[in-house]
């Protein structure tokens, strides 16, 4: 790698945007920190997930595309989310399969674009990151990252160096938690059981805080774990690594003042 700091493209992603913009800037921060330029392209939407997801490819198409123009010209793309960096690097090229011109552009877009972790540890070479969190947490490894992208040892590594932090491994660490996109909105019924089996496994480990690195999924758990009543922290895991816990109150629970 030469000695001028990388120039990144972050991909937000909707919920991110939406719905935690802190995972966002916990983001940013771990991602200067380790020594990249950051930018955030204003032209960027949705990586076209949900139309993939559901079989709508001319429309999924279409979003590809303004994501391909919307990144041109990064070094990386960086993504907080491993079903929205699966989305880019396994399936973009699949959209544009028939079409050569595009098809290199997703190609060249997919060979730059890592999930958080994965661009941390394996890019940039992060073997320890320098902060404290108190507590026991157990690590959710969500479908899309860990089937589509191998995302299972990256994150682990480095919430192993957080002083502090106990990490507690549920039994079916790798079962899905019944998100999976528009899957809970097509078989709610079955959704919930995953759901409630997922919320089971993480009271059994005594852990006090959930990580994962997919939001839709920590949104997920942490609505069942809020409805049984638990008051288990849920968190990102750029949340915790960058050390930004202090001022936003973990997901699905309400600011200490309201």
């Known amino acids: 790698m030469s000695n001028s700091r990388p120039k990144v493209g972050l991909f937000v992603t909707c919920l991110v945007d939406l ?3 802190a995972v966002g800037f ?3 921060k771990l991602l200067e920190d380790a020594g990249c330029d950051v930018a955030v392209p204003a032209a960027q939407t949705c990586c076209g997930q949900p139309a993939y997801n559901s079989g709508d490819s001319p429309d999924a198409a279409a979003v590809a595309a303004q994501v391909i123009d ?5 070094e990386f793309v960086v993504v ?3 079903s929205c960096a699966g989305t880019i690097k396994v399936h973009y090229p699949e959209l544009f399969a028939e079409d050569p011109a595009l098809l290199e552009k997703a190609r060249d877009l997919a060979a730059r674009t890592f999930e958080l972790t994965t661009f941390l540890t ?3 070479k992060m073997e320890h990151i320098d902060q404290h969190y108190a507590g026991i947490a157990t690590y959710h490894d969500s479908c899309s990252g860990m089937r589509e992208l191998g995302i299972k040892n990256q994150p682990r590594a480095l919430l192993s160096g957080i002083e502090g932090l106990e990490i507690r491994e549920m039994s079916k660490r790798e079962a899905c938690c019944g998100f999976g996109g528009l899957f809970c909105v097509k078989y709610p019924d079955i959704s919930e059981k995953m ?3 997922k919320v089971h496994d993480i009271q059994s480990t005594g852990a006090d805080t959930l990580l994962g690195g997919d939001l839709g999924c920590l949104l997920n758990m942490a609505g069942r ?3 049984k009543g638990y008051g288990t922290k849920v968190r990102h895991i750029a949340e915790v690594l960058a050390g930004m816990t202090g001022d936003t109150p973990p997901i699905g629970q309400k600011e200490k003042n309201s």
Do not use: E, K
């Open 122 to 124: 394996q890019v940039m």
């Open 70 to 74: 919307a990144f041109a010209g990064f």
């Open 26 to 28: 916990a983001t940013v």
């Open 225 to 227: 774990l809020q409805r």
């Open 19 to 21: 719905i935690r913009p």
């Open 195 to 197: 759901v409630d089996a």
């Open 80 to 82: 907080p989310s491993g």
